[in-house]
């Protein structure tokens, strides 16, 4: 008989969890130099929600009031003291929601991010493929417990979302292959985790987060006992080495799961209820 390698009241909890994390609220507020703002106002509109604007004086940062998981992207030349002017405003009450400050620096960006405050971040920036791609990265780091919701409601930003719940995964699991000892033990803990991770890439691609999910669920299962019998091989091949290897290999798993997912849900889930029963018919513990 199919028997979960996962305490079900624990998963439910997790369902419940990442299906209130999706519907909490979530966005972006633009500022700064008109041009780059009608950019960025383009880029993070592609197939979603058109963000908020506040396009004027920098002096008016000043009365800026956000709420956890409203986002704000002040973006300004390198020249001219625009930069200096919004950290000045800034450094003295930082958005609740957080802010970035893109600084766009053409040829000569870096991408680098620089933190200079709890919740806020400087970014060196490019109008470039990856100067966008990096600016949502920002934006999924700094949404924090809203990075679901925010990436469900821009397309944009989904990528880099879901790619730092596979990231933040991957580690824990990597963690907990290093500390748990017994043979086995590491498999309840690594599943679940890897349950809230592909709960959470459904729900960022704008997937239902229901019972129904037991497709992708399902599909975790398996993909951790072969994980599973492929670490347990490698220890026995290497004991010396096993620790690693667990921990290793617990990365590696969740990672290819949470890529796996991320393609799934890119073409719209599209597995049917038959197809969840046979899969999970074949499973053996």
């Not at 008989?1 to 994390?21: E, R, T």
């Not at 719209?268 to 018919?281: C, I, K, M, N, W």
Request: hydrophobic share 50%; with cysteine; glycine share 12%.
């Amino acid at each position: 008989m199919f028997k979960l390698p996962v305490n079900l009241s624990k998963a439910l909890d997790a369902w419940k969890d990442i299906s209130s994390k999706a519907e909490r609220l979530a966005s972006v507020v633009l500022a700064g130099d008109a041009r780059l703002v009608g950019l960025a106002q383009y880029r993070f509109s592609v197939g979603g929600t058109v963000p908020a604007t506040r396009v004027g004086p920098l002096a008016e940062l000043s009365g800026f009031s956000s709420v956890p998981g409203e986002v704000l992207v002040v973006l300004v030349p390198s020249e001219g003291g625009a930069e200096a002017e919004v950290f000045a405003i800034l450094g003295v009450t930082v958005p609740r929601g957080g802010a970035i400050v893109a600084v766009d620096e053409g040829a000569k960006a870096t991408g680098k991010v620089v933190r200079l405050a709890r919740g806020l971040v400087r970014l060196s920036f490019a109008d470039s493929a990856s100067g966008w791609r990096q600016l949502f990265a920002c934006c999924a780091d700094l949404a924090g417990e809203h990075a679901v919701a925010l990436g469900r409601r821009y397309p944009a930003v989904r990528p880099a979302v879901a790619r730092r719940v596979i990231d933040k995964t991957a580690v824990q699991n990597a963690l907990i292959g290093l500390l748990f000892v017994l043979p086995g033990a590491d498999m309840p803990a690594m599943t679940l985790n890897q349950i809230r991770m592909v709960l959470s890439i459904a729900g960022i691609y704008g997937e239902p987060i229901s019972l129904d999910r037991a497709v992708e669920l399902a599909g975790i299962v398996g993909m951790g006992f072969g994980f599973r019998a492929f670490a347990r091989l490698l220890v026995r091949s290497t004991p010396g080495l096993g620790w690693v290897l667990k921990a290793l290999t617990g990365y590696t798993a969740t990672v290819a799961v949470g890529l796996g997912a991320i393609r799934y849900f890119e073409k719209g889930a599209p597995a049917s209820t038959s197809r969840v029963v046979a899969l999970a018919s074949t499973l053996k513990p």
